[in-house]
Every structure is written in C-alpha cells, then in structure tokens.
C-alpha cells in the first residue's frame, strides 16, 4: 500500500532501531524472525468500559500474556454528545507501551519487537490534513476528500496541524450517543435497508459508522485532505503519522462490500459520501508503519513496527477461539459488554432470509466472515450494579453469581435485543419493568434475581440466534459452542447456555481478543507459521479451558424454517 500526501516515509522500506526491518510491502525482512528467537509484542486492546496494553511473547511454542497497564474507558457528554476521552485514552496507552516495554527487558528480551492495536467497531474521529496536504496539487487524493453531502470542502487552514496529537477535529463521539436516532430509518426510506444488506451484509444497527456520517455537522467544513478513521486506526496515526483503514473493522460500518477490500460506491453514492475521507485500505498482518522517532524516544522503546492486526476486537477474538479442525464451521460466542454470537464461515451470507432475520457479516482475519447478531451482553449486569452502587448498595460480583445461581429458575424472560437496552442509566429498574412474568410472581424483587433473569435470558437468546445462523448458513448445529472473552468467566451463563442448546460450551481464554492481537503479531514476525490452523494450535497450547456439558443430553434441534432461505 503506497504512502499518500502527509504520510510517514520512514514507514517503508526502512529499518527500526529496536525491531525487524520491513520491506515495501509490509513484510517483515529479518532472517532472525524464523520462531527461534522469542518475541515481545505490545497489544493495545481497547474495550468500551475499560482498556489495557498487555506484553505477549511467543517462546516455545506458547503464548505468555503479561498485563503491562490497566485503564478505565468512561464515556463522558462533550460538545452535547456522548463520546470517549480520546486524549485520556492516548495518555494511558503511552503509559502501557513504556511499561510493556519495561516487562520485555525484565525478562531478558531486547524490548518490544512490535505493536498492535484493537477496539470497538464503527466509531472514528476526524483528523485533519497533515502540513504536507495543504499544498498537494489537483487532483491527488489528499487534496479531493469532499464532506459527505456537500459538493466540496473549504480550502484547508493555514495553522495545518504539525503533530497526530494535535489534528484531530473534535470529539470521538460514541455509538450509544442518540445523535442517530431514526437515522436508519430515514436513509431506508431513500435507499432500502433490504439492498444495503444485499451489498453489504452488514445489519442496519442504529449506530453503524454510514449512520453517523450522516448526521456529523461537522463534516461540512471539513478542510481537505481530512480524514475519517476508526477508532484503533486513530491509534495507529498516532503511533506512526500514517492513515490507513483496517479491513475487519470497516466491514463494521455499513459501508464495506460484502467480501471485498472496497466501498460500496452505491451506498456512498446514496449518502452523499466521498470515498475520499476515508484512507486505503491495509489488512491484518501487514505493516502499518514504525512509531514516530520522538514518541519512540520519549518512551523510552525503539521506533518498531505497527502491525495491523483484526483491529475490530470481535476479529481478534475469534481468531483465538481454540477450535481443533472439523469438518464444519466454528460456532462462537465473544462475550463481553456484547455477545457476538455466530459461525465462522468462508463467505457471507447475504440472503433476504439473513437480513430479515437480523443477521450481520464482518469481515475476519484471513478473508473469512463472521456471520454473527450482536446481542446486549454482560452490559445488562454491569450496568445494573452501577445502578445499584449509586444507590449505595455494595455489590460484589463474584457474590451476586453465586446468589444467582441459587436463586430459583425460570421465573422471568427479557429480550436481550430490544433497543431500549442500548443507552446507559437505571438500568436495573428498565429490566425490572421489562421482565415477564412465567409464572405468578410479577417481576424480580432481588438483585439476585434479576440478575437470574437476565441469564437465564441471554441462554436463551443465544441458543435461538445460533439455531437462526446455522439454518440460514445451511450447516448442521456443531457439537460445541466457545466461549472467549471476559463473560466466558461467568460458570453460571456457561451451564444455562450448554443446557439451552445441548451441546457443549467450552469456556476460554478470557483474554481472547490480546491473544489474537499478539498472535498476528507474532507471524507476521514470523515467530508463528503460516499454515491453517497453527493460530488456533497456539492458543490451545497456551490456555486452559473449562467445559461445561450439557446437564441433559438432548441436542436442540433448529427450527423447521426460518423464512425465505432466498
């Protein structure tokens, strides 16, 4: 992928003090990297309520994760919307990457070899042309990004940016914002959601990145050369001063054709969306770039690679899922603040029947696809202890499980999907009011039992989704179903979800989404091999996981049909 107008030309072709040289191409040059020689990597993996920078060395033929820095992630209102503290989110990441850095020499390694980043999907900041934009001549790419919906752009600042810190154009507002209410709905009116899909495979969720752009009041005045980059990619311009769009992520924004490494130009065409705000494209395992010589210097760790890696967290995660080879598609779960919950498959699914349905496609590492429903996960308890923690009460959660797990079953059903669940605040009393009744009792009157129903509501729902998605993919339902991320921890959903479907769950690692962020790493340094399958060989060797049977032996069945297969 060539450098364009602003971009970092260190990047190519040059040689890291402190990392392997990389050629032209992003790959890596150093007759060293053959997987005899350890490697320590930094994973920067950002979640929606809390962040952390973990070291990862590969050493005979196993993974060793080591926390190097913890941080929270809180979503504050700015300028009358909801968004991240990108700024405090970059504090703590240098912090995390000196301390990796600091655990690789303790451990007699010569320091971090490389960086990769992860996070959530569809959120972007803008960020502003770069010295060298300002004066690109006609016709180049820098110098012909146009705002959506506007037919051109003013001329560019002449106080341009001189530093990635200090580009950025205002907030990184956050997907739980309401800024895009109703807006799905209105483009389907114009341009039917049912074509979208066809061209996508991406499901209209209310907060995908096509629906933002829509409605961002500050695209209009955009300088050229400015540029829209998601979240982990705003990262990646910080550490290195290059622009690149990370393919795994952008299958996330509603704009991505289905399966491609291009946009959709109807849909762009539709929402009056230049192609050009957007940088091109880079896939996981290429190099992005080396960190910038001053922020190398002032944290003291030498000017390594940036290797993109499946930047969307949900990509990394599933790449980590311990599946051994079958004949048939590996069924996930990514639990965390959602629960991402589907097949892994070689194509997407782009049918009537999976749009009806709800179904979405992301893009993974390695050109598969992700065919998954996002569902409310663990944010419907932990937003529920912060409900009560406000009120005063203490709430351990380990001990909130165990009473949950006593409480009696089968009382109370929610619906994990319902949009009323999305935005923050009350969220127990919302679940209070939600639930239905089974039986006499009329609502849940203990935490433990909302707690119950929410559990016991999320089994369900999963053992419904995945029946859905092997229907619509055409595949049988799979003799098991892993459990990666931090919700794979919770014993309690893991039994009711292998009882809900009557296969086996198998649990871990809890720190999927970090080890699939190092492992990409760690081949493209060539500390792991190529061939199919030896990822997920290194995460079995590296992790132990838990199973929970089944408490009958009755597999579930799927339904007879779900609509058209169309």
């Known amino acids: 992928m060539n450098a364009g107008a602003g971009d970092d030309p260190r990047a190519d072709g040059a040689v890291p003090p402190g990392g392997p040289p990389v050629d032209a191409l992003g790959a890596v040059t150093d007759s060293a990297a053959d997987g005899s020689t350890p490697r320590a990597v930094a994973a920067i993996d950002l979640g929606a309520t809390s962040g952390r920078v973990m070291l990862g060395v590969v050493a005979r033929g196993r ?5 190097a820095h913890r941080f929270e992630n809180r979503l504050e209102t700015r300028e009358g919307h909801l968004s991240w503290d990108l700024d405090a989110l970059w504090a ?3 912090q995390g990457l000196a301390a990796a850095q600091d655990l690789a020499l303790l451990r007699g390694l010569p320091g971090l070899s490389s960086i990769g980043v992860d996070s959530w999907a569809v959120d972007y900041a803008l960020v502003g042309p770069a010295p060298s934009e300002t004066t690109a001549s006609p016709g180049t790419a820098s110098s012909t990004a146009v705002s959506p919906g506007t037919a051109s752009r003013a001329a560019a600042s002449a106080a341009a940016p001189t530093s990635p810190e200090a580009s950025r154009i205002g907030e990184v507002v956050a997907y739980r914002d309401t800024r895009t209410d109703g807006v799905a709905e209105r483009f389907a009116a114009q341009f039917s959601s049912a074509r979208q899909f066809a061209l996508t495979g991406t499901a209209q969720q209310p907060f995908n990145t096509l629906y933002q752009l829509l409605v961002d009041e500050r695209l209009a005045a955009l300088p050229a050369g400015s540029t829209a980059l998601l979240v982990p990619d705003a990262i990646g311009h910080l550490l290195t001063g290059r ?3 990370e393919l795994t992520n952008a299958s996330t924004t509603g704009m991505l054709a289905a399966g491609e490494a291009a946009w959709s130009s109807e849909i762009l065409a539709a929402a009056g969306v230049d192609e050009a705000l957007f940088a091109p494209f880079i896939a996981p395992g290429e190099v992005l770039g080396t960190i910038r010589p001053e922020l190398a210097s002032r944290l003291g760790i030498g000017e390594v690679p940036v290797i ?7 990509a990394s995660a599933v790449l980590a899922v311990p599946a051994a080879p079958s004949p048939g598609p ?3 779960i990514s639990s965390g603040t959602w629960s991402l919950i589907g097949l892994e498959l070689p194509a997407p699914v782009t049918t009537g029947a999976a749009h009806e349905a709800g179904f979405t496609n992301e893009g993974g590492v390695d050109g598969t696809t992700r065919f998954l429903k996002n569902v409310s996960g663990m944010w419907l308890v932990s937003e529920s202890i912060r409900q009560w923690e406000e009120d005063g009460e203490r709430v351990d959660l380990d001990e909130l499980l ?6 009696p079953g089968g009382r109370f059903r929610i619906d994990p999907t319902d ?3 999305l935005t923050p605040g009350r969220m127990a009393d919302r679940v209070q009011a939600a639930a239905r009744p089974l039986g006499e009792d009329e609502h849940p009157r203990t935490p433990a039992e909302l707690v119950r129903c929410l559990l016991e509501s999320l089994a369900e729902t999963y053992r419904d989704e995945l029946q859905a998605a092997c229907r619509l993919a055409r595949v049988d339902l799979p003799e098991r179903l892993h459990v990666v991320g931090g919700g794979s921890r919770n014993a309690l959903l893991n039994q009711l979800t292998a009882d809900a479907l009557g296969i ?3 649990a871990g690692p809890m720190e999927a989404t970090a080890l699939g962020n190092v492992a990409i790493q760690s081949r493209t340094l060539g500390a792991v091999p190529h061939e199919p399958g030896a990822i997920r060989a290194l995460v079995r060797e590296s992790v132990e996981l838990e199973s929970f049977p089944p408490s009958t032996t009755k597999k579930a069945s799927l339904p007879a049909a779900i609509g058209s297969l169309s």
Request: negative net charge; without cysteine.
């Open 419 to 421: 949009p009323q669940f």
């Open 402 to 407: 165990a009473a949950a797990a006593e409480a």
């Open 63 to 67: 993974i060793e994760l080591v926390p």
């Open 504 to 506: 086996e769950v198998v």
């Open 243 to 245: 622009r690149r769009t």
């Open 92 to 94: 703590e990441i240098q």
């Open 308 to 314: 993109a890696v499946g930047s969307h967290d949900t």
């Open 330 to 332: 590996v069924a996930f």
